[in-house]
């Protein structure tokens, strides 16, 4: 099945929830702080019994909080969940809502959740009060607008979808790993 745009665009434009980002990155810098602690005092047993599933545990939060995203270009979109990824062009798209996550609707009638979306910035406090929230679009809006003007310039009706057989793959051999330092 021929793919809607190439690997990387120089158009293609991410949105991630920043939740995910930050506590991947927190557990890296504490992980580092941790084992390089241990490494400093010399206790190596410590270092390699604990480096499994440290490795495990930032693999989790890299395949459920940092990995999924919405990647769209002025052409197409990209769902990247936590094993699959999803690739169709604007034109396959009937709604897109958001409640909790980002659902796509399809022609098609399959709906395609996002679970890498960013939540709805709603305007707070003075802002709701004075009205001066309501100039700045929620990612609903900026998707809703891009999926108007995107549905014009492709073609199709249906989406490629693929697994993340390396995400999968890494995380056999960390379990095995895991598993394998317990005896």
């Known amino acids: 099945m021929k793919r809607f745009f190439p690997r990387r665009p120089?158009?293609?434009?991410?949105?991630?929830?920043?939740?995910?980002?930050?506590?991947?990155?927190?557990?890296?810098?504490?992980?580092?702080?941790?084992?390089?602690?241990?490494?400093?005092?010399?206790?190596?047993?410590?270092?390699?019994?604990?480096?499994?599933?440290?490795?495990l545990v930032l693999w989790v939060l890299y395949v459920a909080a940092f990995q999924p995203y919405i990647g769209y270009s002025d052409r197409a979109v990209v769902v990247y969940n936590v094993f699959k990824r999803y690739e169709f062009p604007w034109s396959a798209v009937r709604t897109i809502t958001d409640h909790q996550q980002f659902v796509f609707t399809l022609k098609t009638?399959?709906?395609?959740?996002?679970?890498?979306?960013?939540?709805?910035?709603?305007?707070?406090?003075?802002?709701?009060?004075?009205?001066?929230?309501?100039?700045?679009?929620?990612?609903?809006?900026?998707?809703?607008?891009?999926w108007h003007e995107g549905r014009v310039r492709s073609q199709g009706d249906s989406a490629l979808v693929t697994w993340n057989i390396p995400a999968i793959a890494v995380g056999v051999v960390l379990i095995l790993w895991s598993v394998l330092s317990l005896i």
Do not use: C
């Not at 506590?23 to 270092?47: E, K, N, T």
């Not at 910035?121 to 900026?142: C, D, F």
């Open 109 to 146: 009638g399959a709906p395609i959740k996002a679970w890498g979306g960013p939540n709805a910035k709603r305007p707070r406090g003075s802002q709701a009060a004075s009205g001066t929230g309501a100039a700045a679009r929620t990612p609903l809006e900026h998707l809703t607008h891009v």
């Open 10 to 55: 120089d158009n293609l434009f991410i949105m991630r929830g920043r939740g995910g980002v930050v506590a991947f990155y927190a557990f890296i810098a504490v992980a580092l702080y941790l084992l390089g602690d241990s490494a400093v005092r010399g206790a190596w047993d410590v270092v390699f019994s604990a480096l499994p599933w440290v490795l």
